[in-house]
Every structure is written in C-alpha cells, then in structure tokens.
C-alpha cells in the first residue's frame, strides 16, 4: 500500500497567489516526520519544512507553512504569495521512527508558476 | 552550510566501463545516503552508511558498488551496468540516522546515461 499520496501531479498558480499542495499518509506508527522537499529542474532536492507527529503547531518556514491535520493523516503545503522560481517538483516524505526509518517519497506534485 | 558536493554533474559511460561517483559533505554528519531517481518518478533509497559502515542495502545490484572512506566522503563504483542504470543518482547526508527530526540534505545529483 502507497504510504504517501500526493493526489495532484500538477499545479498551477498565477504569481503573487497562495497554492497548496497536498498529501496524506498512511502509518501505524505514533512517531514519525513529515518532510517537503522541492526538486528544480536542476535536480537538487531542496529541504523545505518538517513537522513531528508530536508537534502541536503547525510548522511554517518563511513562505512555506504545513497544514498538519494528524487525525486525517493529512500534511499540505501552502505557499504563499508565489514566485516564479517555486516552479519546480515538490515531494511529500514520511520518516516512521519506529518502522524502518528511512524516508518514503511521495510521487510529487509539479508546481508550474505563472507570470 | 548545507552543502553536499556530488561530482560529475554528468557522466556517460559505456556498458564495459568502470567508473565512480563521488559525494562530500563537511557538516559533520554521519549517515549518508545514496538515491536512485528516474524521470518523474520520486527517489529510491539505495544504500545508507552509519558512522561510515553500510548499514542499509535496498536489494541493490552488485554492480553497483557504496564506499565509504571516511565521514566526509561517500563513493558509488559502477561496473558493467545497463541501459535501464540511466537515471538521476543522488547523494543526501543528515546528522545521525536516528534521530526524530532526520532532515536529509541532498547534493545537486550526477546525471548518468548509459549506452
């Protein structure tokens, strides 16, 4: 079973607007990390915004915050005030603590900013 | 500094070829990781050392060969690989593999192709 789905494989958003992408995951472990990576064109994967399971605050990161909803099991990504350089892929990751630990990927959203 | 060097950028090689791979990091970070990343697909873990001793091997093929000759420095030999071996390959470190809060760094990848 997919551990991490990102429902939509593209997006677009007019500059200047707030975009969310989502995700939800499928665990049974009670510890685990959220992770957002954004991946250009270049092939970089860049680190965006974590949230713990046991965090009670939403995490935000400059423009980046996450909408955690843990008992949907749901961890968007809001952008806000889009610029044209957030064009790139964007991938949704879970760490369970307990059950393996490495990260799982989600497919990934690709985000297309335009002017 | 959130850096890791990964070096080529670009590597064509033949299928009777030796070559390798080359990652760096000098954050201090003891676990690092080796990803496989085909086109529009999300990255698929590879290997992952701990204080430099392999730790995880996710079923790689043999010709595919992790090195890891100190903290800093992580290493993939490839030997006698095939066409379908064309892909993103992608190095991450993070501080101990562990810890709750995991956030993996990626380096800019090596865009391999073989023919």
């Known amino acids: 079973a997919q551990k991490i789905t990102q429902t939509q494989p593209g997006m677009f958003v007019q500059e200047k607007e707030a975009v969310t992408l989502d995700c939800t995951y499928d665990t049974s472990d009670q510890s685990y990390g959220l992770f957002w990576y954004k991946q250009p064109s270049s092939g970089e994967m860049i680190f965006l915004i974590y949230?713990?399971?046991?965090?009670?605050q939403n995490a935000t990161e400059g423009r980046y915050s996450l909408n955690f909803q843990k008992a949907r099991k749901s961890a968007n990504l809001v952008i806000s005030a889009s610029q044209l350089g957030d064009s790139a892929m964007y991938f949704c990751a879970m760490r369970e603590i307990n059950y393996g630990q490495n990260f799982v990927f989600g497919p990934g959203t690709r985000l297309s900013v335009l002017p | 500094d959130t850096e890791v060097t990964q070096t080529p950028k670009h590597l064509v090689m033949g299928m009777t070829n030796k070559k390798s791979l080359k990652c760096e990091q000098h954050m201090g970070h003891r676990a690092m990781y080796w990803y496989k990343q085909k086109a529009k697909k999300p990255p698929e873990l590879m290997f992952v050392?701990?204080?430099?001793?392999?730790?995880i091997n996710e079923s790689v093929p043999s010709r595919f060969s992790p090195e890891c000759p100190n903290s800093s420095l992580l290493n993939l030999h490839l030997h006698a690989l095939q066409p379908e071996d064309s892909a993103l390959y992608l190095c991450?470190?993070?501080?101990?593999?562990?810890?709750?809060?995991?956030?993996?760094?990626f380096g800019a990848g090596t865009r391999l192709s073989v023919l």
């Open positions: 991450a470190s993070s501080p101990k593999q562990g810890l709750a809060k995991n956030i993996q760094y």
């Open positions: 050392y701990s204080y430099e001793k392999l730790s």
């Open positions: 949230q713990g399971s046991y965090d009670e």
